[in-house]
Protein backbone atom coordinates (compact mmCIF):
# COMPACT_ATOMS: atom_id res chain seq x y z
CA UNK A 1 0.00 0.00 0.00
CA UNK A 2 1.67 3.40 -1.08
CA UNK A 3 -0.19 6.51 0.27
CA UNK A 4 0.34 9.93 -0.82
CA UNK A 5 -0.32 12.97 0.94
CA UNK A 6 -0.98 16.50 -0.13
CA UNK A 7 -2.49 19.77 1.46
CA UNK A 8 0.41 20.93 3.88
CA UNK A 9 1.74 24.60 3.87
CA UNK A 10 1.79 27.92 6.02
CA UNK A 11 -0.69 29.71 7.76
CA UNK A 12 -1.35 32.20 10.00
CA UNK A 13 -2.80 31.07 13.97
CA UNK A 14 -6.55 31.04 13.60
CA UNK A 15 -6.31 29.79 10.22
CA UNK A 16 -7.24 26.42 8.18
CA UNK A 17 -5.82 23.71 6.52
CA UNK A 18 -7.09 20.63 5.16
CA UNK A 19 -4.71 17.69 4.88
CA UNK A 20 -5.84 14.67 2.25
CA UNK A 21 -3.83 11.23 2.02
CA UNK A 22 -5.30 8.67 -0.39
CA UNK A 23 -4.20 4.73 -0.49
CA UNK A 24 -3.15 3.21 -3.38
CA UNK A 25 -5.07 -0.15 -1.95
CA UNK A 26 -7.82 -1.12 0.63
CA UNK A 27 -7.24 -0.20 4.09
CA UNK A 28 -8.74 -0.55 7.19
CA UNK A 29 -8.14 2.37 9.72
CA UNK A 30 -6.43 5.46 8.52
CA UNK A 31 -4.79 8.05 10.87
CA UNK A 32 -3.15 11.27 11.09
CA UNK A 33 0.35 11.80 13.16
CA UNK A 34 2.45 14.70 13.72
CA UNK A 35 6.33 15.34 14.57
CA UNK A 36 7.31 18.42 16.14
CA UNK A 37 11.43 19.91 15.88
CA UNK A 38 12.79 17.50 18.79
CA UNK A 39 9.91 15.93 19.83
CA UNK A 40 8.52 12.62 19.17
CA UNK A 41 5.97 11.69 16.69
CA UNK A 42 2.22 11.50 17.86
CA UNK A 43 -1.42 10.91 17.40
CA UNK A 44 -3.61 13.44 15.69
CA UNK A 45 -7.04 11.46 14.95
CA UNK A 46 -7.35 8.24 13.72
CA UNK A 47 -10.78 6.79 11.88
CA UNK A 48 -11.59 3.31 12.18
CA UNK A 49 -12.65 1.29 9.16
CA UNK A 50 -16.37 2.04 9.91
CA UNK A 51 -16.03 5.49 9.52
CA UNK A 52 -15.76 6.58 13.53
CA UNK A 53 -13.15 8.81 14.28
CA UNK A 54 -11.07 8.96 17.13
CA UNK A 55 -9.13 12.12 18.44
CA UNK A 56 -6.24 12.62 20.63
CA UNK A 57 -7.25 15.35 23.40
CA UNK A 58 -4.92 17.97 21.19
CA UNK A 59 -7.22 17.48 18.19
CA UNK A 60 -10.77 17.50 19.93
CA UNK A 61 -12.49 20.67 19.01
CA UNK A 62 -10.50 22.11 16.29
CA UNK A 63 -10.38 18.83 13.82
CA UNK A 64 -12.30 16.96 12.12
CA UNK A 65 -10.98 13.54 10.33
CA UNK A 66 -13.36 11.76 7.85
CA UNK A 67 -13.03 9.02 5.10
CA UNK A 68 -13.87 8.37 1.71
CA UNK A 69 -13.63 4.59 1.71
CA UNK A 70 -14.27 4.31 -2.00
CA UNK A 71 -11.64 6.25 -2.55
CA UNK A 72 -9.41 4.81 0.28
CA UNK A 73 -8.76 8.53 0.79
CA UNK A 74 -8.51 10.08 4.41
CA UNK A 75 -9.09 13.96 4.92
CA UNK A 76 -8.05 16.27 8.39
CA UNK A 77 -9.52 19.62 8.49
CA UNK A 78 -8.12 21.69 10.93
CA UNK A 79 -9.23 24.60 12.12
CA UNK A 80 -8.32 27.26 14.34
CA UNK A 81 -4.91 26.24 14.27
CA UNK A 82 -1.94 27.42 17.02
CA UNK A 83 1.48 27.70 16.64
CA UNK A 84 2.15 24.68 18.56
CA UNK A 85 0.55 22.32 15.69
CA UNK A 86 3.38 23.05 13.43
CA UNK A 87 4.75 20.32 12.64
CA UNK A 88 5.91 17.40 9.64
CA UNK A 89 1.95 15.69 9.61
CA UNK A 90 2.19 11.96 8.70
CA UNK A 91 -0.62 9.81 7.15
CA UNK A 92 -1.20 5.80 8.39
CA UNK A 93 -3.39 3.19 6.87
CA UNK A 94 -3.50 0.06 8.91
CA UNK A 95 -4.37 -2.91 7.03
CA UNK A 96 -4.37 -7.34 7.76
CA UNK A 97 -2.18 -6.11 11.02
CA UNK A 98 0.44 -4.33 9.05
CA UNK A 99 0.68 -0.61 8.84
CA UNK A 100 2.41 1.67 6.30
CA UNK A 101 3.13 5.51 6.05
CA UNK A 102 3.20 8.23 3.63
CA UNK A 103 5.83 10.84 3.08
CA UNK A 104 5.03 13.82 6.04
CA UNK A 105 4.04 16.73 5.21
CA UNK A 106 4.79 20.33 6.15
CA UNK A 107 2.60 22.19 8.24
CA UNK A 108 3.46 25.31 9.74
CA UNK A 109 1.28 27.88 11.77
CA UNK A 110 2.70 31.68 12.44
CA UNK A 111 1.98 33.74 15.34
Known amino acids: VQLQASGGGSVQAGGSLRLSCTAS?????MGWYRQAPGKQRETVAVITSSGSPIYADRAKGRFTISRDSAKNTVILLMNNLKSEDTAVYYCAAFVDGEDYWGKGTLVTVSS
Open 25 to 29: GRIDA
